[in-house]
């Protein structure tokens, strides 16, 4: 698969960005209309791919953050792209989240967008991991918090929030050991390489 993306459910995509090779993308965005994705949303900052998407006929989102250490992503931006992706599904379509690398913000997306449709927290970060095993999810906490806020807001009753929390990190403590978070940088490291234009 040329596309940079990896399936979690029949109808949610995580991923990375369209190559900077004009050829490949052009393969990568045929190919991602041949998958049936309707629906494309961009948690990038650093750059906007409205007018590739438009020409795919494809509904594009770009609710960009940034990546930097020690940034928390904000509320807004994972209900954003909760309403977008539940908007996609209603209609039939399919939904790819996505970032630069498809390590941190895209899978974090996606892991918000289980979490609205009834996954547990564990559950949810399980199978973006199972699903793209180079995740990282670096914001599960942040789209937690989020999905709680919007629960609190319709009136529901969250699971106590602070013991999901706690749980959710225990178990991320527990499934990326020391040498799981060195192989997650060594792709990272390999990856900012190859946009630096030196070989892996």
Same mark, same amino acid.
């Given at each position: 698969m040329?596309?940079?993306?990896?399936?979690?459910?029949?109808?949610?995509?995580?991923?990375?960005?369209? &190559?900077?090779?004009?050829?490949?993308?052009?393969?990568?965005?045929?190919e991602?209309?041949?998958?049936? @994705? +309707?629906?494309?949303v961009?948690? *990038?900052?650093?750059?906007? &791919?409205?007018?590739?998407?438009?020409?795919?006929? @494809?509904?594009?989102?770009s609710?960009?953050?940034?990546?930097?250490?020690g940034h928390? #992503?904000?509320?807004e931006?994972?209900?954003?792209?909760?309403r977008?992706?539940?908007?996609?599904?209603?209609?039939?379509?399919? #939904?790819?989240?996505?970032?630069?690398?498809g390590?941190?913000?895209? $899978?974090?997306?996606g892991f918000?967008?289980?979490? &609205?449709?009834g996954?547990?927290?564990?559950? !949810?970060?399980?199978?973006?991991?199972?699903? *793209? $095993?180079?995740?990282? @999810? !670096?914001?599960?906490q &942040?789209?937690?918090?989020?999905?709680?806020?919007?629960?609190?807001?319709?009136?529901?009753? $969250?699971?106590?929030?602070?013991?999901? !929390?706690? !749980?959710?990190?225990?178990?991320?403590?527990?499934?990326?050991?020391?040498? +799981?978070?060195?192989? @997650?940088?060594?792709?990272?490291?390999?990856?900012?390489?190859?946009?630096?234009?030196?070989?892996?």
């Open positions: 040329r596309a940079n993306l990896n399936w979690v459910t029949n109808d949610l995509a995580v991923g990375g960005d369209l &190559d900077g090779n004009d050829s490949v993308m052009v393969a990568q965005v045929l991602i209309i041949d998958l049936g @994705i +309707t629906h494309v961009d948690l *990038r900052i650093e750059d906007d &791919d409205t007018q590739i998407w438009e020409a795919a006929q @494809i509904s594009y989102l609710v960009g953050t940034t990546d930097a250490a928390v #992503v904000a509320p931006v994972f209900d954003k792209g909760v977008f992706a539940r908007l996609a599904v209603r209609n039939g379509g399919k #939904v790819l989240a996505h970032c630069h690398m390590i941190n913000r895209g $899978p974090s997306m918000a967008i289980l979490l &609205d449709r996954h547990s927290p564990i559950e !949810a970060f399980d199978m973006i991991r199972a699903a *793209r $095993p180079q995740a990282f @999810i !670096a914001y599960a &942040d789209a937690l918090a989020a999905h709680v806020a919007r629960q609190l807001r319709k009136g529901g009753r $969250p699971a106590d929030p602070r013991r999901q !929390a706690r !749980a959710l990190q225990k178990h991320i403590d527990e499934v990326l050991t020391p040498s +799981t978070v060195g192989r @997650i940088r060594h792709v990272m490291r390999q990856n900012h390489r190859r946009d630096l234009g030196f070989s892996a």
